[in-house]
């Protein structure tokens, strides 16, 4: 069964970088099969898709973030990173990593987040 | 990006009740559609994907229809562990996008 934990500071002060790391447990973050994820929630709103990235490297960004953001995968320690550069109380949130699946119906392909981590809070506060 | 636009945002319903939850997106999506549900201070669970597939492990009391620009979310039979927060998120295009959830309240 896939597990993921998310890691890193509860505060980060605004200007500095926000660094996360996603451990995944009972199975390779090498798997062709998967996407890895993070995605984010401010207190009390809704869900936002920050990037996801394949163990290749190969990655998507949120246009919103895109110039901020960053992520990496270490297939030696079996996790995956978040950077992001610049935060403001805006990027203050709960953010939790997954995996991104897909399903394939003929010539169709499907995308979901299934497998997520239990979230960790990260504050932007000087 | 696709806006997705749930309603109603809340919603107050009995055990036993059936409740709808309608998501609209900006274009058509096809049935390229997920449901998540979020317990308080929890992580949300898949429950739908491609619009109307139900979760392996999810009850039945869930199921999800639609397609193009409209999709909702049914729960029969409403039990005391389906009041929680309901997302749907489009997987059509980058970037993926989230309607602004639907709280469902014991009445």
């Known amino acids: 069964q896939l597990q993921l934990q998310e890691s890193g500071p509860g505060l980060v002060k605004p200007s500095e970088t926000l660094s996360l790391t996603c451990i995944v447990s009972?199975?390779?973050?090498?798997?062709?099969?998967?996407?890895w994820g993070w995605i984010r929630q401010p207190p009390g709103k809704g869900l936002e898709w920050v990037g996801s990235?394949?163990?290749?490297?190969?990655?998507n960004y949120n246009p919103s973030l895109k110039s901020r953001v960053n992520m990496f995968v270490d297939t030696s320690k079996n996790h995956f990173s978040l950077k992001l550069t610049s935060v403001t109380a805006a990027d203050t949130a709960v953010y939790y990593c997954?995996?991104?699946?897909?399903?394939?119906?003929?010539?169709?392909?499907?995308?979901?987040?299934?497998?997520w981590g239990q979230g960790t809070l990260v504050t932007v506060s000087s | 990006d696709i806006q997705m636009t749930q309603s109603p945002s809340s919603l107050s319903a009995s055990v036993g009740d059936r409740v709808t939850i309608t998501c609209r997106a900006s274009?058509?999506?096809?049935?390229?559609v997920n449901w998540y549900q979020q317990r308080p201070g929890k992580a949300p669970k898949l429950l739908i994907y491609?619009?109307?597939s139900l979760q392996s492990g999810v009850t039945s009391r869930f199921s999800g229809s639609g397609s193009g620009t409209e999709f909702t979310l049914t729960i029969n039979s409403l039990q005391p562990e389906d009041f929680a927060v309901y997302f749907c998120?489009?997987?059509?295009?980058?970037?993926?996008?989230f309607g602004q959830g639907t709280e469902v309240e014991i009445k």
């Open positions: 997954a995996i991104r699946i897909s399903m394939v119906r003929g010539i169709s392909q499907w995308y979901y987040f299934d497998y």
């Open positions: 009972g199975g390779s973050i090498s798997s062709n099969s998967y996407y």
């Open positions: 990235i394949y163990y290749s490297g190969s990655a």
């Open positions: 274009q058509s999506i096809y049935t390229y």
């Open positions: 491609a619009a109307s």
């Open positions: 998120q489009q997987s059509h295009t980058i970037p993926w996008t």
